[in-house]
């Protein structure tokens, strides 16, 4: 009884509900012990039940109410809703970019009713951060995998080069890297909001280049962050020419640089 007090305690500051329902479902027992009733604690009073309604009750609700300004529901539909937003919305970054962020184009990607985007994720900042949280979230997983798949064997500078790149860029990367991915990655690097989620993505995404190498023969490169930075720069100085072959191109600027190991 002490624990479930305990626990009411601390949830009811962000749900009254749940701490009322659990006071009901206490007030009862209370009543059953005082009475000297001889059926078992809570017989009678659907005791599960009530309690898994309560657990359903659990809202922390309003903007900032959960990460990056979501609104938190525990739900079962509820949750299912907002996951899908957020997958639709990492999807929306990934491939389009900052402009295809809106609540109405999040919610139609994720199919469900447009004003179920502005419930959960009551601006557009929030909405964005979250974007940005879900996208290095999967872009850090895709990396990681795409890296421990990659078969074991020498390979050549310009070769090794083109793996890093798809995997600094995971889940998939084509001519339109730079524009499609590096831009709102550079612009989120500059947003006080954002920076915070991207360097906590960094070291996951070094740790995934550091496998490439290795598994490359490549393991006498050690600085692997100057690497990085070099793979963002020849992306960049790439896309300033043709729209065609501009991974071709950034793999030949790190192929050299690896030609130096």
């Known amino acids: 009884m002490i624990v479930l007090y305990v626990g ?78 957020i997958d639709a919305a990492a999807t929306l970054l990934i491939d389009e970019g900052f402009d295809a962020i809106t609540h109405r184009r999040v919610a139609d990607a994720a199919g469900v009713p447009r004003g179920s985007a502005s419930y959960y994720f009551p601006t557009r ?15 850090l997983a895709s990396a990681t995998a ?24 995971a889940p998939h990367v084509d001519d339109t890297v730079a524009v499609a991915r590096l831009d709102p990655m550079t612009v989120a690097l500059r947003d006080p909001e954002l920076a915070p989620i991207m360097r906590e993505h960094r070291p996951g995404i070094l740790a995934a280049l550091g496998v490439v190498l290795e598994r490359s023969g490549r393991g006498d490169v050690t600085d692997i962050d100057l690497l990085a930075h070099l793979v963002d720069a020849a992306l960049i100085t ?3 020419g043709p729209a065609e072959g501009v991974i071709d191109r950034a793999a030949d600027l790190v192929g050299r640089f690896l030609d130096h190991y």
């Open 8 to 85: 009411i305690s601390a949830q009811s500051m962000t749900s009254p509900s749940l701490a009322s329902e659990f006071t009901s479902i206490i007030s009862s027992a209370v009543r059953c012990r005082d009475h000297g009733t001889s059926r078992k604690p809570y017989a009678g009073m659907n005791y599960s039940s009530r309690v898994q309604h309560a657990r359903r009750l659990v809202v922390v609700a309003g903007e900032g109410g959960g990460r990056d300004g979501e609104r938190a529901m525990v739900q079962g539909r509820g949750v299912d809703r907002q996951q899908r937003m």
């Open 125 to 139: 900042a929030g909405l964005i951060a979250t974007a940005v949280r879900a996208a290095e979230d999967l872009r």
């Open 146 to 169: 795409y890296a421990e798949a990659l078969p074991e064997r020498r390979r050549a500078s310009r070769e090794t080069a083109r793996e890093l790149i798809a995997t600094a860029f």
């Open 238 to 240: 790439a896309a300033s």
